[in-house]
């Protein structure tokens, strides 16, 4: 038996859970979130608790089983406290805006790069500590965006300039040793 798939996900106040077949439908304060899974897996509400079962020991069957109890509980904190990937910007003269709910940046090019949040994203700026906050109750669309803001200037390894996720550690590499001795 999974480990992981074994244990029941707790659906905490204020969230509904809708089980219909390999359908889930989960509301909550922050959004709403509805997923298709395998017919493969069992899916079952039972006492406020998401139980997933599965029916034989087919390495099919064994992967999907902790995936999708994964996949329900990150729906589940989603919608009730929702997620958010931090991004730091290192640079000088690197620098984050925000224009509306448009995430502006300015890292080094001609011209400032324009990010536009998805359905169900939000930014927050901390021009202090040049901090980007990508929040929302999806977590695969939040990583997806964060990892988008990140592609825009990537960290490079020599001067450690760029956008980088909070924490992340960035080898650096030795510049040239300088004119050679004569």
């Known amino acids: 038996m999974s480990r992981i798939g074994r244990l029941p996900v707790d659906v905490p106040a204020g969230v509904q859970v809708n089980v219909q077949g390999s359908n889930v439908q989960i509301k909550g304060p922050k959004g709403e979130l509805k997923r298709t899974f395998s017919s493969m897996i069992g899916i079952a509400l039972e006492k406020n608790q998401v139980v997933i079962t599965r029916n034989s020991d087919t390495p099919e069957e064994r992967a999907l089983h902790g995936t999708t109890r994964a996949v329900i509980a990150n729906m589940v904190h989603g919608v009730s406290a929702g997620f958010t990937v931090v991004l730091e910007i290192e640079g000088v003269g690197y620098r984050p805006e925000l224009d509306g709910k448009t995430l502006v940046l300015h890292v080094g090019y001609s011209h400032p790069v324009r990010v536009e949040p998805p359905t169900g994203i939000s930014f927050e700026v901390d021009l202090k500590t040049r901090q980007i906050k990508v929040l929302g109750y999806d977590r695969e669309v939040v990583g997806q965006t964060?990892?988008?803001?990140?592609?825009?200037?990537?960290?490079?390894?020599?001067?450690?300039?760029?956008?980088?996720?909070?924490?992340?550690?960035?080898?650096?590499?030795?510049?040239?040793?300088?004119?050679?001795?004569?």
């Open 146 to 182: 964060a990892a988008e803001i990140r592609r825009v200037r990537p960290p490079e390894p020599y001067h450690g300039k760029g956008i980088r996720y909070a924490g992340e550690k960035i080898r650096r590499k030795a510049g040239k040793a300088g004119k050679g001795a004569k």
